[in-house]
Nanobody, 125 residues
Framework: QVQLVESGGGLVQAGGSLRLSCAAS????????MAWFRQAPGKDRRFVAA????????YYGDSVKGRFTISRDNAKNTMYLQMNSLEPEDTAVYLC??????????????????WGQGTQVTVSS
């Protein structure tokens, strides 16, 4: 079993930056694909970014492309999301997910087996 815990959320002004972390425990996630999703109040969960088990491949949702960077450190069993040029529309609960690699980009939440509880990101205008 894998447990995921997000951290690093908070309140930031528009144009600012935050770095989220997702720490895994229970077992190594070095062979798992991982991703970030977000859910704003009253809205469906949306894909943000995904990273392959090795970190060699990344994929971003259109709304964050060029502003967010996903990365991972398998030695630390941790994934990160660097968020720059934040906008009020980025306000949401950010959740990390891990799932067995399928050899292709995984952007659907249904493809992930483990989820964290989420960390709140609030961007003020």
């Amino acid at each position: 079993q894998v447990q995921l815990v997000e951290s690093g959320g908070g309140l930031v002004q528009a144009g600012g930056s935050l770095r989220l972390s997702c720490a895994a425990s229970g077992r190594s996630v070095s062979s798992y694909a991982m991703a970030w999703f977000r859910q704003a109040p009253g809205k469906d969960r949306r894909f943000v970014a995904a990273i392959s088990w090795s970190g060699g491949s990344t994929y971003y949702g259109d709304s964050v492309k060029g502003r967010f960077t996903i990365s991972r450190d398998n030695a630390k069993n941790t994934m990160y999301l660097q968020m720059n040029s934040l906008e009020p529309e980025d306000t949401a609960v950010y959740l990390c997910a891990a799932g067995r690699s399928r050899g292709r980009v995984m952007i659907s939440g249904y493809e992930y087996d483990y989820w964290g509880q989420g960390t709140q990101v609030t961007v003020s205008s």
